[in-house]
Nanobody, 123 residues
Framework: QLQLVESGGGLVQPGGSLRLSCTGS????????VGWFRQAPGKERDQIAC??????????YYDDSVWGRFTIRRDNSRNAVFLQMTSLKLGDTAVYYC??????????????WGQGTRVTVSS
């Protein structure tokens, strides 16, 4: 079955950048919509970015909190999806997760959650 591994988190100063990776094994990520989520301690897990798997009509979505700062993209040769984060703010501090949606869209049932990678934005 498909398994996902997140990586790329770390400590970064406000205004800095990080690139997170979601790498799949046991299945092809290009067959799924892929979402990025984040969860701060004691808070609900929120979807922040997503990319669909619709043939000839790939679409990306972003939460308002990250719009214009984060970019999601695929690298199918590496069976991976990246989240490029720029202009990081203190409020971006969270554990970041990726997941897939077998129905090809960015809402509904998510599965194959990874273990998460921690991002800490601090001076």
């Amino acid at each position: 079955q498909l398994q996902l591994v997140e990586s790329g988190g770390g400590l970064v100063q406000p205004g800095g950048s990080l690139r997170l990776s979601c790498t799949g094994s046991g299945g092809r990520l290009e067959s799924y919509a892929v979402g990025w989520f984040r969860q701060a301690p004691g808070k609900e897990r929120d979807q922040i970015a997503c990319i669909t798997s619709v043939t000839s009509e790939e679409v990306t979505y972003y939460d308002d909190s990250v719009w214009g700062r984060f970019t999601i993209r695929r690298d199918n040769s590496r069976n991976a999806v990246f989240l490029q984060m720029t202009s990081l703010k203190l409020g971006d501090t969270a554990v970041y997760y990726c997941a897939v949606n077998q129905f090809h869209y960015c809402s509904g049932q998510w599965s194959s959650w990874g273990q998460g990678t921690r991002v800490t934005v601090s001076s």
